[in-house]
Nanobody, 127 residues
Framework: DVQLVESGGGLVQPGGSVRLSCAASGFPPGVRFRNYHLSWVRQAPGKEREGVAVVSPDGSARYADSEKGRFTISRDDARQTVSLQMNSLRVEDTAMYYC??????????????????WGRGTQVTVS
């Protein structure tokens, strides 16, 4: 089974930065990591999960409106990792951040229902 392990969360002050990473493994034989969409999703206390950013197999990235210009998603296909650089953090960015992945095609890359494979999350607290 595909496994995703997030890391890099922690406590950060408002205006600060943090970089999250997600390592992927367990892909079926003959299946290439580079064919997968990679997404970061977050869930704040008392709120529903929401898509934050996604990077497609071709390297193109999409962001939720509130994250544009502050967050950068990137992938390293050789290392089978996806990262999320978060700058200018706000208190409202406090959440559990999850990594999710799904092979192409993914018609709606920022939509949560598209993803079957999820990590357990890493907590980011901005305070």
């Amino acid at each position: 089974d595909v496994q995703l392990v997030e890391s890099g969360g922690g406590l950060v002050q408002p205006g600060g930065s943090v970089r999250l990473s997600c390592a992927a493994s367990g892909f079926p034989p003959g299946v290439r990591f580079r064919n997968y969409h990679l997404s970061w999703v977050r869930q704040a206390p008392g709120k529903e999960r929401e898509g934050v950013a996604v990077v497609s197999p071709d390297g193109s990235a999409r962001y939720a409106d509130s994250e544009k210009g502050r967050f950068t998603i990137s992938r390293d296909d050789a290392r089978q990792t996806v990262s999320l650089q978060m700058n200018s953090l706000r208190v409202e960015d406090t959440a559990m951040y999850y990594c999710a992945t799904e092979p192409s095609p993914v018609p709606q890359p920022l939509a949560l229902h598209e993803y079957r494979h999820w990590g357990r999350g890493t907590q980011v607290t901005v305070s």
